[in-house]
Structure formats: C-alpha cells, structure tokens
C-alpha cells in the first residue's frame, strides 16, 4: 500500500540553525501539507500546497519557514533559523481528488532545538 | 483556536463492547469531518469521514454520525477490540483539500 514518507525520523539542532526537513508523498496525489504537534498539544495547520504553489498558510507559517517540490516527488520544509518553541513533531500530507477528502500522514519529524 | 472539540480526554471501554467518541465544532462552514487513529510515534491514520450533506457513514465496525444542527458527530467502534487502542482524532474542513483543524484527541483504552 502506498505511503508517505519522511527523513529524518528524529533532528537535532542548535537554535538559530537553519533545518529541511523532507517528505515524500504519494505519486498521484496532487495536494500537499505540513502539520506540526508540539507536545501536549494539537496537531495544527501550517501550511497547503497546489499546482506548485502555495495555497493557505497559517499565521505560524512565517518568513522563516518555506516549501518546495524540487523535482516532482519530494516535498520539503525549511525552516531558515530555528528557535527553541520550533521543538515539535512535523507531520507532512498529501491527498488526491476522492469522495472522502482524507489527508495520508507520513510518521512525522520530531524537531528538537537546543 | 477552538473550532473542534473533543472534550473527554480519554475512554476506557471492555472488548466487546461499544466505544463511542464525541467531537463538537462551532464552525458551520465545516463541510467535510474526519476521524484519525494515532499510536505513539506515528502519523495520523485515516479512519473513515462523512461530508455535511450526510448524517452518516459505516465503514465496517466503524460509524460516523454527523448532527448538523447541534454542530455534534460522533464516532461509534462496534465491537471494540484491544487493537483498538490509540489516539483518536476528529479534524473538519472547509471544502475539499482544504486544511484539517483538528481535535485535541481523545485516548481509548479496549480492555480484554
């Protein structure tokens, strides 16, 4: 069964560094997401991405944070200089035209910044 | 942000029996609604979903229901086993791809 992927399981940065953090969809799907969950709370939006562009981001989704799909099949998130309150689980997304509107998950990043 | 609910942070319910998980939502401009599963250290699964022209939708031992005019679906797991155990999340959305807002989940314990 096809699935979502994402590498790094587990990242480990200084405050400040920047981070890219990588997923790889399901082949046909044609929408893309980013989610975070910091821990003990719920898993938020942060950005949707559609025929190459983005299509709504939230207000978390700030300069420092941007996506790409470099070459078809990846779908990144970089964060350009992180800090400590970054520290959470990224979740990416993706889903294609269907009756039941359901979003596939990846396992998640977790993000620690030192 | 408070959009959808899920005010019992856990269940716990014997094997066999009915689980029943409750979401609210105050957003009317819902139109899609969506339950997930999640174990420690995995993404969200999908479960099953039900759009606001339904009141309902089965999926095998799972049921959704959908009461638009409470603002009030609930998800029902018949007969409930142990691997029923997890996280579960309701998430809505406005339109079809459009962003998941999600619960803050509600853990389900399946006694044996």
């Keep these: 069964e096809p699935e979502v992927t994402q590498t790094?399981?587990?990242?480990?940065?200084?405050?400040?560094?920047e981070v890219?953090?990588?997923?790889?969809?399901?082949?046909n799907h044609l929408y893309f997401y980013w989610y975070r969950q910091i821990?003990?709370?719920?898993?938020?939006?942060?950005v949707s991405f559609y025929n190459n562009e983005i299509s709504e981001k939230s207000e978390i989704f700030d300069d420092q944070f941007s996506v790409e799909r470099p070459?078809?099949?990846?779908?990144?998130?970089?964060?350009?200089?992180?800090?400590l309150e970054d520290s959470a689980m990224y979740f990416c997304a993706s889903a294609n035209e269907g009756l039941r509107?359901?979003?596939?998950?990846?396992?998640g990043t977790r993000l620690t910044v030192l | 942000d408070q959009q959808v609910k899920q005010?019992?942070?856990?269940?716990?319910?014997?094997?066999?029996?009915?689980?029943?998980?409750?979401?609210?939502?105050?957003?009317?401009?819902?139109?899609?609604?969506l339950w997930y599963k999640k174990y420690p250290a995995e993404g969200p699964t999908f479960l099953i979903s039900i759009s606001s022209i339904k009141d309902k939708n089965e999926d095998?031992?799972?049921t959704v229901f959908l009461n638009k005019s409470a603002k009030h679906l609930s998800l029902h797991i018949v007969p409930s086993q142990p691997g029923d155990s997890a996280v579960?999340?309701?998430?809505?959305?406005?339109?079809?791809?459009n962003k998941l807002v999600f619960g803050a989940g509600t853990i389900l314990r399946v006694k044996s």
């Design chain 2, 60 to 62: 095998g031992r799972f």
């Design chain 1, 71 to 83: 070459d078809g099949s990846n779908f990144t998130l970089k964060i350009r200089s992180t800090k």
């Design chain 1, 101 to 107: 509107n359901e979003q596939f998950f990846g396992p």
């Design chain 2, 88 to 97: 579960y999340f309701c998430a809505a959305s406005e339109g079809y791809g």
């Design chain 1, 8 to 17: 790094p399981s587990h990242q480990v940065t200084q405050m400040g560094q």
């Design chain 2, 7 to 33: 005010n019992s942070p856990s269940l716990s319910v014997q094997e066999g029996r009915i689980s029943i998980l409750n979401c609210d939502y105050t957003n009317s401009m819902f139109d899609y609604f």
């Design chain 1, 39 to 46: 821990l003990g709370q719920k898993v938020e939006f942060l």
């Design chain 1, 20 to 27: 890219i953090l990588r997923c790889v969809p399901i082949s």
